[in-house]
């Protein structure tokens, strides 16, 4: 059907903060690092680190996953903490959540 193309894929957003140039620089380091070892995870598409041009301070890594499931798999496994644990100390702290899973219902 028109217009569902991706349906059932999953976006996941973690929320980030760069509070100078040094931290910006240390989260792009971090990114690049946790996205090395994520190259490869069944089920995963991608991933972006994203900058808010209203709040440079604002970023969030936005990954791309094949289904919900896949994500959960990925999640529940053993190497996930260690994985993205470069991430983890530039978590935003200012938002109530820190992540964001969204399902995609349609796509073009």
Known sequence: MPGDGGAGEVRVLVYQAALDDDQLDAVRTAYHQVSERLAGVPGMLGNE????????SALAV???????????????????RADTAPLRP???????????????DAAY
Not at 49 to 56: E, I, K, Q, S, Y
Not at 62 to 80: L, T
Not at 90 to 104: C, G, I, S
Request: charged share 25%; proline share 10%.
């Open 49 to 56: 680190l994203l900058r808010n041009p209203m709040d440079p």
């Open 62 to 80: 936005m990954s791309r996953w094949e289904s919900f499931e896949a994500f959960q798999q990925w999640e529940a496994g053993a190497g996930h």
């Open 90 to 104: 530039y978590r935003d702290t200012r938002t109530p959540v820190p992540f964001a899973v969204y399902e995609v």
